[in-house]
């Protein structure tokens, strides 16, 4: 996002900033309702949570890279788990050197790998790559927070045997006379399951009714093609339906979101249809009844632009040929 008309932005800035001020002093007195430290990392002594958000369950994009040419980070890895999201107001009169260093040493000290880092400087327009970050993390944040003066970044990982750990840490000064910090901690997990019971019946129905039927119980790592076990179950019904079913042949069409190269996708999609006839495969199912195939994102059944639509659209789907 680039700023191109610098005089109205200004006008802007002063304008959000006279709206915080009334309440400015309250916020960093007070956490909002509800909000605590995450577990793994505290808080900056003196510090106040304006922004707490907790999912069970959520996708995350962690920028791992500068912007390129067209204003789309050159690295980045998308990850699914329990995602943490808190914005603090730093006590004022403590740099935003001071306040970097010491979560970065936290962050060290806890075991964590620093994956990338960057300073405002290092990035060259701080602005842009900060508006990215803001429109990246999915969330009711204040994108002024971010923006002007002195910027940091700060992405690692934690490898934990029950499952890795993700951080990032974007602080700012921004408009404000304090650092503004904003904590994200992914918890890389399964997905959990067994919410939504697949059957065989229901699947002929489908098929016999439209000819194809979509399939959300077959489960993959972000950006694998490994079936994971939890996906048994649904392996089973669908191996049940083409036992009772002995003439039915099958396109199994694998389906992901927009996230990524198309190219990437479609190579994905592809691999992901491959395993699950693999798959199928050790309940006595003939291969030759399945023709595995990968669209990517070429067919959506939802709009993308939010994770209830992205994950619609990651899907199997059986088609009668």
Same mark, same amino acid.
């Given at each position: 996002m680039k700023i191109k008309n610098k005089k109205v932005f200004g006008l802007l800035g002063v304008f959000v900033f006279v709206m915080l001020a009334t309440n400015m002093v309250f916020a960093q007195e007070e956490d909002v309702e509800g909000s605590k430290d995450h577990p793994l990392i505290s808080r900056f002594p003196g510090s106040s949570i304006s922004y707490y958000d =907790? *999912?069970?369950f959520d996708e995350y =994009? #962690?920028? #791992? /890279? *500068? #912007?390129d040419k067209d204003g789309k980070l050159t690295k980045s890895q998308k990850l699914e788990g329990k995602v943490t999201q808190i914005t603090y107001y730093a006590p004022e009169g403590r740099s935003i050197l001071e306040v970097y260093r010491n979560y970065e040493l936290a962050i060290k000290k806890a075991g964590f790998e620093t994956l990338f +880092? =960057?300073? +405002? *400087?290092? #990035? /060259?327009? $701080?602005n842009e790559w900060a508006g990215v970050f803001a429109n990246a993390i999915r969330r009711a944040s204040s994108l002024d927070a971010y923006l002007g003066g002195e910027g940091r970044y700060l992405a690692a990982k934690l490898t934990r045997p029950e499952g890795d750990v993700y951080v990032a840490l974007c602080m700012a000064v921004g $408009?404000? +006379?304090h650092a503004v910090v904003q904590l994200d901690v992914i918890e890389v997990k399964p997905m959990e399951t067994g919410l939504v019971t697949v059957n065989a019946e229901a699947l002929a129905k489908d098929i016999a009714k439209t000819g194809h039927v979509a399939v959300y119980g077959i489960y993959f790592d972000t950006g694998k093609a490994d079936v994971k076990p939890e996906s048994e179950p649904t392996l089973k019904e669908i191996a049940k339906l083409l036992q009772q079913s002995p003439k039915l042949q099958l396109f199994v069409v694998g389906h992901t979101d927009n996230v990524g190269t198309l190219n990437s996708n479609m190579e994905l999609s592809k691999l992901r249809a491959e395993a699950v006839v693999k798959a199928l495969g050790r309940y006595g199912i003939d291969a030759k009844r399945l023709h595995p195939v990968g669209v990517g994102p070429l067919s959506p059944v939802s709009s993308n632009k939010t994770e209830e639509g992205r994950a619609k659209n990651r899907r199997v789907e059986l088609v009668e040929q």
């Open positions: =907790v *999912k069970e =994009v #962690l920028p #791992l /890279g *500068k #912007l +880092s =960057v300073t +405002s *400087k290092e #990035l /060259g327009d $701080w $408009w404000y +006379s």
